[in-house]
């Protein structure tokens, strides 16, 4: 069996030692044997693991969510729904975060078009950001 140091763990996964540290520290990898002189050794497996977590981080799921769905992939024969809830649930943050981004976006877009690029006292973006009920939504 071959095993890798942290830093090996790092280049093959993209994950920074710290973060390695962390997610040991947190649960989500469990504690890696040592050498005598007391270096962590990581498994192919170590690799997968921290893989998954890593790809599931990028796609903005939350700590914990990350560590419900490592739990539920140790069990294959189980039903998917769990799984397809997290998901759903995540995918709901997502599209709301949309939202209030397409608001922010909108509300930015009107306050610059709105400037007249004059002087400091006349710009509506100023004007704008000291008044928040001369935005147009709330949701931002």
Do not use: W
């Amino acid at each position: 069996m071959m095993f890798f140091s942290i830093g090996d763990l790092a280049h093959k996964t993209g994950v920074k030692v710290p973060t390695i540290r962390f997610y040991e520290n947190i649960g989500l990898l469990a504690e890696p044997m040592r050498t005598e002189g007391g270096q962590r050794r990581y498994s192919a497996d170590d690799v997968a693991r921290l893989s998954f977590i890593r790809h599931a981080r990028q796609l903005g799921f939350e700590v914990e969510d990350v560590r419900e769905l490592l739990v539920l992939s140790a069990d294959p024969d189980r039903p998917c729904a769990e799984v397809d809830g997290i998901v759903y649930r995540h995918l709901d943050d997502v599209k709301q975060k949309i939202e209030k981004l397409s608001a922010l976006q909108k509300e930015l877009e009107r306050m610059v078009c709105g400037s007249r690029h004059g002087s400091i006292g006349e710009c509506r973006v100023i004007q704008v950001l000291a008044d928040h009920d001369m935005c147009e939504s709330d949701v931002h």
